[in-house]
Nanobody, 117 residues
Framework: VQLQASGGGLVQAGSSLRPSCAAS????????MGWYRQAPGKQRELVAA???????NYADSVKGRFTISRDNAKNTVYLQMNSLKPEDTAVYYC????????????WGQGTQVTVSS
């Protein structure tokens, strides 16, 4: 499985962004996809995840502002980020979980999101 993330950028607080993550390869084995982020000096944290049956979960810090979704025809997962805050600044990574392996086994390269105040 290969993951290609894109769609980050530099925006002002209160703005929106929608990073995307395109999957290729053995996509039939993917049973969940997630978005993580890592800010400087902080640990990587799960932001949002979506399973094969479209169950979703979110970090408390983004609930009500971020929405994860997927387009199966395009093999792409999106993270709609609204009402962005400076504390959302981080490198955002997409990840894929596959059958037979624990956790998220495959990772994209990351896309930078910077929110200015």
């Amino acid at each position: 499985v290969q993951l290609q993330a894109s769609g980050g950028g530099l925006v002002q607080a209160g703005s929106s962004l929608r990073p995307s993550c395109a999957a290729s390869g053995s996509i039939f084995s993917i049973n969940a996809m997630g978005w993580y982020r890592q800010a400087p000096g902080k640990q990587r944290e799960l932001v949002a995840a979506i399973t094969r049956d479209d169950s979703t979960n979110y970090a408390d810090s983004v609930k009500g502002r971020f929405t994860i979704s997927r387009d199966n025809a395009k093999n792409t997962v999106y993270l709609q980020m609204n009402s962005l805050k400076p504390e959302d600044t981080a490198v955002y990574y997409c990840a894929a979980g596959v059958a037979g392996q624990r956790g998220y086994a495959y990772w994209g390269q990351g896309t930078q999101v910077t929110v200015s105040s």
